[in-house]
Each structure stands twice: as structure tokens, then as C-alpha cells.
């Protein structure tokens, strides 16, 4: 299984919402991203995830918070986002120590 | 700083044609490159890598990328182009420790018919 899956695809919420993007792989990886992507850019950082600890987080505002419950689980908890947060957000995992990243389909995210 | 710059904006071929997609970087020890492709509204695909060797790597879908100290490139070449070729074509460079990857800017590969 070389696969790391994303839910939900889409996702639309109001700016008063809480809501929570989910990632799991399954290839052993001990290393976990979340990156965002903006239309027609390429993927930018947010955070890390290395041994289920959180190890980069690139000032990412407040109201996005990563959570990795197991070495196969990240989740990414939204609240009070603006309308400039919509983006596509991909979920990624590697060894610890390459740089080589397996990504997500992501998450389509429109904040209304 | 490690960065990474993708000159080309768009590029446009024809199908059956050659192709190649220009990386060059800038890192103070050996990187480790990556090309990696994405199809509107998907994630992106890894499609070869660079850690070390042989420095004519192959990849999947019949691509290929030559690693050039010198020059401190890393481009893409693909001997003959297919329509489903059609995607955003991302150049990254890692250390290999840090987990970080940059990526260049991108580089949209059209294909006429």
C-alpha cells in the first residue's frame, strides 16, 4: 500500500465553523505533513510531524491545529477561518530522514 | 538558504515531441531532487528522485532527469509526449534530515495534438 488518502475531498465551511481534515497512510512512514496550496503556486509547509511529535510548524496562524493521534493518523483542526485560508490542502508522509514525500489527493477547503 | 528555480512558466509541445523541463538549484551540500507532477485539483506524484550515483535517473511514465553538479541543475526530459503528459510539473529539493522540501515554481506542460 503505497497510498496516503485524505478525507473529506471537498470541503466548505463559515468562518465561525470547526471542522477537521483527516490523513492516514499505512506505509510505515514515521514522518507527516501538512502543506496548503494556493491556486496556481506550489505547495507550501505548515507543518511536521516526525515519531508523532511535532517538529517544524512553519508560524502557522492559531486557528489551524495539527494533531497526530498514531504513527498512521494526522488530523488538521480548523476554526474561525478566513476566506483566504480556501486552498488545497495535501497531507504527505516519508522515512525519517528522506526527503522523498508520498502525498494526498487533498482537500479542496473553500472558507465562506 | 536552499531554493529552487523553475525558469519556464508554461512550456507548450506537441504530442510526440520532446520535452524537456528545466530545475536548477541552490544548496550547499549534495541535495536530494525530486520532479513531481500534479493534475488540476490533485495531489502531486512523485515521479524520480536524486540521493546519490548514477546521475542519469530514471522515472515513471518514461521520464527521465539529469543531475549536473556544475551547473547545479536537475532537469526533466521525456523522449516523446503524450496528451495525458498535460499537468503541472514541480521541481523540489530536500537535505534529507530537516524533512523539509522546497519546491520551484512550476511548470505548466500543454500539449497540442
Known amino acids: 500500500d503505497t497510498e496516503v488518502t485524505q478525507t473529506p475531498k471537498h470541503l466548505v465551511m463559515g468562518m465561525t465553523n470547526k471542522k477537521s481534515l483527516k490523513c492516514e497512510q499505512h506505509m510505515g512512514h514515521r514522518a507527516m505533513y501538512w502543506y496548503k496550496q494556493k491556486a496556481k503556486k506550489p505547495p507550501e509547509l505548515m507543518f511536521v510531524y516526525s515519531y508523532e511529535k511535532l517538529s517544524i510548524n512553519e508560524s502557522v496562524p492559531s486557528r489551524f491545529s495539527p494533531e497526530c493521534p498514531n504513527s498512521s493518523l494526522l488530523n488538521l483542526h480548523l476554526h474561525a477561518l478566513q476566506p483566504e485560508d480556501s486552498a488545497l490542502y495535501l497531507c504527505?508522509?516519508?522515512?525519517?530522514?528522506?526527503?522523498?514525500?508520498?502525498f494526498g489527493q487533498g482537500t479542496r477547503l473553500t472558507v465562506v | 538558504a536552499q531554493s529552487v528555480t523553475q525558469p519556464d512558466i508554461h512550456i507548450t509541445v506537441s504530442e510526440g515531441a520532446s520535452l524537456e523541463l528545466r530545475c536548477n538549484y541552490s544548496y550547499g551540500a549534495t541535495p536530494y531532487l525530486f520532479w513531481y507532477v500534479q493534475s488540476p485539483g490533485q495531489g502531486l506524484q512523485l515521479l524520480l528522485k536524486?540521493?546519490?550515483?548514477?546521475?542519469l535517473v530514471q522515472g515513471i511514465k518514461g521520464f527521465e532527469a539529469e543531475f549536473k553538479r556544475s551547473q547545479s541543475s536537475f532537469n526533466l526530459r521525456k523522449p516523446s509526449v503524450h496528451w495525458s503528459d498535460a499537468a503541472e510539473y514541480f521541481c523540489?529539493?530536500?537535505?534529507?534530515?530537516?524533512?523539509?522540501?522546497?519546491f520551484g515554481s512550476g511548470t505548466r506542460l500543454l500539449v497540442r495534438p
Open positions: 523540489a529539493v530536500g537535505d534529507g534530515s530537516s524533512y523539509k522540501l522546497i
Open positions: 536524486y540521493f546519490s550515483g548514477d546521475t
Open positions: 504527505a508522509s516519508s522515512h525519517q530522514g528522506q526527503g522523498e514525500a508520498f
